[in-house]
């Protein structure tokens, strides 16, 4: 073989292979990953205080906006189970059910969440360090957990996937009557 056969069969080659990982990716992506896109659009934190002793009595009041968005072109979501989970430093403080719900394709569905109260943490003394931390600066690291299922119809009847999303926010405590701090939340998408 000549250099220029050579050259055009590796193209050739790489052609084909690119075209066989495109494929197999997208096979993979649609069964593992189910496709819709999930974010944290707004939030305020206008308490979160940790008791001084003993400190595992948290009391907070936090409110946000999530959007589910159903990105398949062509198909309906049914959401089943669906549950909103926060989290401080991996203890949970907060749960809210949002039950089951239907998205057509391409909508998004926005749920405005306003969670408050005293929760019991176990923070460790790692965790009450970094909440020391986070209360001189004003900044806080919360979680928020997306949980549930969706159902697919397939030929051989009703298939379950388990949806599992994570948003990490870094939020600034603010006093409820200043709204000099308010406004200027990013958007953050969840993984
Ligand atoms: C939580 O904060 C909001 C203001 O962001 C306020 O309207 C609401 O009354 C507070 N809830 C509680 C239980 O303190
Ligand atoms: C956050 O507070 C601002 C100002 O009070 C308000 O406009 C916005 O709707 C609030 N967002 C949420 C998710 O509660
Ligand atoms: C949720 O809040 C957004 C603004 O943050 C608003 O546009 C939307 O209509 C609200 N949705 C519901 C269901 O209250
Ligand atoms: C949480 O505890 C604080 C005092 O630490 C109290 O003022 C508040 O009413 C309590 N909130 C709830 C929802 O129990
Ligand atoms: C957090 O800061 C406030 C003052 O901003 C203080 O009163 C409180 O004791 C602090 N909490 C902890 C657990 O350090
Ligand atoms: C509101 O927040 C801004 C910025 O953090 C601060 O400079 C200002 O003093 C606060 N105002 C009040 C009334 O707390």
Request: charged share 25%.
């Amino acid at each position: 073989m000549d250099t220029e056969t050579k050259i055009y069969c590796s193209c050739i080659w790489t052609f084909f292979f690119l075209v066989f990982t495109f494929i197999v990716g997208s096979i993979i992506a649609d069964l593992v990953i189910p496709p819709q896109k999930i974010a944290i659009l707004d939030a305020n934190l206008t308490r979160f205080e940790l008791a001084a002793s003993p400190t595992t009595s948290l009391s907070y009041n936090l409110s946000f906006t999530m959007s589910i968005h159903n990105s398949v072109w062509d198909d309906k979501a049914d959401y089943h189970d669906m549950e909103v989970n926060c989290y401080y430093y991996s203890e949970q403080f907060d749960s809210r059910k949002l039950g089951d719900f239907m998205l057509k394709s391409r909508r998004t569905r926005l749920f405005n969440l306003s969670r408050s109260g005293n929760s019991s943490v176990d923070l460790g003394s790692n965790g009450v360090d970094a909440f020391k931390r986070s209360n001189e600066t004003g900044f806080f690291d919360l979680e928020i957990w997306l949980k549930g299922k969706r159902i697919f119809e397939a030929d051989e009847g009703d298939r379950h996937v388990h949806l599992y999303y994570q948003c990490k926010l870094r939020l600034q405590l603010m006093a409820s009557q200043n709204s000099t701090t308010q406004g200027n939340f990013k958007p953050v998408k969840c993984h």
